[in-house]
């Protein structure tokens, strides 16, 4: 539609042409040179839409050569002749009546196709409004006071949706906390967000006791088996235990788990396996980590240190580590607003940031 409303608005160029000769050209010569500009338009339209360039080349070129192309052939079928034994005024009329019908024609078509994408995109808007709050509803923030810790966490996508994940798993006194990333970006990472969030939580709700690290292989098998090519997803995961200050902590091809002590001093969990995904029969391991009061352990994703300032420098992992020592200082809810207004400050946010700050209160034993 679009393209028919281009043409007919500017084939009236070419009944212009027909009028503007010393002797007004008839009818049929007008509609051969009304055809003749609709189609160059045409060519316009579609070589910057489709960003073919070369194409400008041969549509400039052409109109000094439409008596040879167009003109003299159609004299030779005897279109050109139709309506030249009309009188002088009669053809100008004819010609006034076809550009107005075309003028007509063409903005008809242009404010139906206008009007039809208008719709589209209202539609297109509605959907993606409803799979924001879907998405919201996925990923709410996180805020945890128990087994004698206190954890909080938040999730802030770069665009409508994100393909993060923050989630936690409460059961019989086992507190799991997960952070993932999902590969790429918008729609379809979010989807395959949605689907390990299901598959993390219908796996942890079978057996009481399940390792994290059989947690990990059957899910990098499922993300293998479901998921595109080249798709995968990085995952950070902590396990509580009621009444215990030893964590048990599991990586899968995530950055590095900080540690931040009463004491100021910071430590890293390095990970040493694949994404999942990658390879359906990899196998995942975990440590285990005792926390003091006062002790902080940091989950992100990639989003928080691949940020850049105005100089095009990166804040990388050692940039994010100074700001996780600083804001760890305080209870996790104001750490976590301090590490994510201190990196939107270093620069702004081209990926989904996601944080969780987990820490042992001072006063040790079980929090308020």
């Given at each position: 539609?679009?393209?028919?409303?281009?043409?007919?608005?500017?084939?009236?160029?070419?009944?212009?042409?027909?009028?503007?000769?010393?002797?007004?050209?008839?009818?049929?010569?007008?509609?051969?040179?009304?055809?003749?500009?609709?189609?160059?338009?045409?060519?316009?339209?579609?070589?910057?839409?489709?960003?073919?360039?070369?194409?400008?080349?041969?549509?400039?070129?052409?109109?000094?050569?439409?008596?040879?192309?167009?003109?003299?052939?159609?004299?030779?079928?005897?279109?050109?002749?139709?309506?030249?034994d009309l009188s002088t005024t009669?053809?100008?009329?004819?010609?006034?009546?076809?550009?107005?019908?075309?003028?007509?024609?063409?903005?008809?078509?242009?404010?139906?196709?206008?009007?039809?994408?208008?719709?589209?995109?209202?539609?297109?808007?509605?959907?993606?409004?409803?799979?924001?709050?879907?998405?919201?509803?996925?990923?709410?923030?996180?805020?945890?006071?128990?087994?004698?810790?206190?954890?909080?966490?938040?999730?802030?996508?770069?665009?409508?949706?994100?393909?993060?994940?923050?989630?936690?798993?409460?059961?019989?006194?086992?507190?799991?906390?997960?952070?993932?990333?999902?590969?790429?970006?918008?729609?379809?990472?979010?989807?395959?967000?949605?689907?390990?969030?299901?598959?993390?939580?219908?796996?942890?709700?079978?057996?009481?006791?399940?390792?994290?690290?059989?947690?990990?292989?059957?899910?990098?098998?499922?993300?293998?088996?479901?998921?595109?090519?080249?798709?995968?997803?990085?995952?950070?995961?902590?396990?509580?235990?009621?009444?215990s200050r030893e964590v048990e902590?599991?990586?899968?091809?995530?950055?590095?788990?900080?540690?931040?002590?009463?004491?100021?001093?910071?430590?890293?969990?390095?990970?040493?396996?694949?994404?999942?995904?990658?390879?359906?029969?990899?196998?995942?391991?975990?440590?285990?980590?005792?926390?003091?009061?006062?002790?902080?352990?940091?989950?992100?994703?990639?989003?928080?240190?691949?940020?850049?300032?105005?100089?095009?420098?990166?804040?990388?992992?050692?940039?994010?580590?100074?700001?996780?020592?600083?804001?760890?200082?305080?209870?996790?809810?104001?750490?976590?607003?301090?590490?994510?207004?201190?990196?939107?400050?270093?620069?702004?946010?081209?990926?989904?940031?996601?944080?969780?700050?987990?820490?042992?209160?001072?006063?040790?034993?079980?929090?308020?």
């Open positions: 539609m679009l393209y028919a409303g281009v043409f007919f608005t500017f084939a009236p160029v070419g009944i212009l042409i027909a009028m503007c000769q010393p002797s007004p050209w008839g009818w049929g010569a007008g509609l051969v040179s009304a055809a003749f500009s609709g189609v160059i338009a045409l060519g316009w339209v579609y070589a910057i839409s489709m960003r073919r360039w070369w194409l400008l080349v041969p549509l400039l070129v052409l109109p000094p050569f439409a008596a040879d192309l167009v003109y003299r052939p159609a004299q030779w079928l005897g279109v050109f002749a139709l309506g030249d009669a053809r100008m009329i004819i010609h006034a009546v076809l550009a107005t019908a075309m003028v007509s024609i063409g903005f008809t078509l242009t404010i139906r196709f206008v009007q039809r994408q208008e719709a589209s995109q209202s539609r297109l808007r509605t959907e993606i409004d409803l799979a924001q709050r879907i998405h919201d509803n996925l990923i709410p923030a996180l805020r945890i006071v128990d087994h004698g810790f206190e954890a909080a966490g938040r999730c802030e996508a770069s665009a409508e949706m994100g393909g993060d994940l923050l989630d936690a798993v409460r059961r019989d006194g086992r507190t799991d906390l997960f952070v993932a990333d999902v590969s790429g970006h918008g729609v379809g990472a979010a989807v395959v967000m949605a689907m390990v969030k299901s598959a993390l939580r219908m796996r942890l709700s079978g057996e009481d006791d399940l390792p994290l690290t059989e947690v990990l292989t059957d899910l990098s098998r499922v993300v293998a088996e479901v998921c595109t090519e080249g798709m995968f997803v990085t995952l950070a995961c902590v396990r509580l235990v009621r009444d902590v599991a990586l899968a091809g995530h950055p590095p788990v900080f540690i931040r002590r009463a004491s100021g001093a910071m430590e890293r969990i390095d990970n040493d396996a694949l994404p999942l995904g990658i390879r359906a029969e990899e196998t995942f391991g975990s440590v285990r980590v005792a926390l003091d009061p006062g002790d902080s352990l940091v989950l992100y994703t990639d989003g928080l240190f691949e940020v850049f300032n105005d100089a095009n420098a990166q804040l990388g992992i050692d940039g994010l580590e100074a700001i996780v020592r600083d804001a760890c200082a305080h209870a996790p809810v104001d750490a976590l607003d301090e590490m994510l207004t201190r990196v939107r400050a270093f620069g702004p946010k081209r990926d989904d940031q996601t944080a969780l700050v987990l820490r042992l209160p001072r006063e040790g034993g079980r929090a308020p």
